[in-house]
């Protein structure tokens, strides 16, 4: 049977405000792809240049290179108010 994790990484994808990444899968590097595979297909579908692009993926693949903030083997909740 199968256990699934949530790996969450935060202070990632800084802009103005920091960004979360978040993997859903039995292991540490399974939620590192999907993340990247996540990325690949929400950004490629965004129409901005193949430079952009490439410097966006670097910049998820950076990001979640190092260990998660946190690892959730229960059921957790969170939420985050938006800014403004």
Request: hydrophobic fraction near 45%.
């Amino acid at each position: 049977m199968s256990q699934f994790k949530l790996f969450v990484w935060r202070d990632v994808l800084q802009d103005y405000t920091n960004g979360m990444a978040v993997g859903f899968a039995e292991t540490e590097e399974e939620a590192r792809q999907a993340i990247i595979a996540e990325a690949i297909a929400k950004e490629g579908a965004t129409g901005f240049s193949a430079d952009i692009l490439e410097f966006q993926l670097r910049q998820i693949k950076e990001d979640v290179a190092r260990p998660p903030d946190e690892v959730h083997e229960q059921t957790a909740a969170a939420y985050c108010w938006g800014g403004g």
